[in-house]
């Protein structure tokens, strides 16, 4: 049987994270995993995770890692019979260590994108707070200002990606994120695209995935429960 394949996505807020996650899933049959969703599927279900990483959010403080694992790892256990992409998770050293115990990954892609695109691409975005939609007036905007395309309701622009608050935000994912991207490199599954474009960054995503996915995606057991 053919090994299933797993891969993380990682990228500074607004480097298209998502418009290629979603391309990655359709092109080649793999599972999108969303740590966003996660979060808001068990605050929705009013899951003992999710009650406490609402206290945070509310709070306008980042979920923490211990918070995260619990409700990422459950979830991926439940996962092996699937191929998957996971976007969003892992976010910090201890949350990619969570996960290589986990799992053991096949493939990291890293964003790297200019500061002055970054700022641009997050100036202009706009969001759904209950489904985590994202809308951006430039390339992707709305079909009524201001609505979400499905409920109609109000979009909103988080202060994070306000311009006085860009600057600190993009630092600290930086900051976070070069120890992650160092274990990753170490093991020799890390491959960055680096441009200013999705669409010029996409075909060599897409090339590199050809070579390293397998043809038919069967079922094995490459996560193995936490103890």
């Known amino acids: 049987m053919a090994k299933l394949f797993r891969a993380v ?10 418009t290629i996650s979603e391309r990655i899933a359709q092109r080649f049959g793999l599972t999108r995993l969303s740590s966003g969703d996660f979060v808001r599927e068990n605050i929705a279900a009013n899951t003992d995770a999710g009650v406490l990483a609402k206290t945070y959010i509310e709070r306008g403080l980042l ?11 459950p979830r991926l256990e439940e996962m092996t019979r699937h191929s998957w992409l996971m976007d969003g998770f892992p976010r910090t050293l201890a949350q990619a260590k969570a996960l290589n115990s986990t799992c053991d990954l096949d ?52 202060d994070d ?10 630092r600290h994912y930086k900051d976070v994120a070069k120890p992650i991207i160092d274990l990753y490199k170490s093991k020799g599954i890390l491959h960055t695209f680096s441009g200013t474009e999705t669409d010029r960054i996409w075909p060599y995503i897409n090339s590199l995935l050809s070579t390293k996915i397998p043809g038919t995606l069967q079922a094995d057991t490459q996560c193995i429960p936490m103890p």
Not at 63 to 73: E, F, G
Request: no cysteine; charged share 20%; hydrophobic share 35%.
């Open 161 to 170: 990606d306000k311009p006085e608050a860009l600057v600190a935000r993009l």
């Open 9 to 18: 996505i990682m990228g500074p807020p607004g480097s298209g994270k998502g």
């Open 107 to 158: 493939l990291v892609i890293s964003l790297n994108i200019p500061y002055e695109t970054l700022k641009e691409r997050l100036s202009e975005r706009w969001i759904h707070p209950a489904s985590g939609r994202v809308y951006n007036m430039g390339f992707n905007p709305p079909h009524v200002q201001g609505r979400d395309d499905i409920s109609g309701e109000p979009l909103i622009q988080h």
């Open 63 to 73: 979920v923490p890692d211990h918070v995260m694992t619990r409700l990422l790892l």
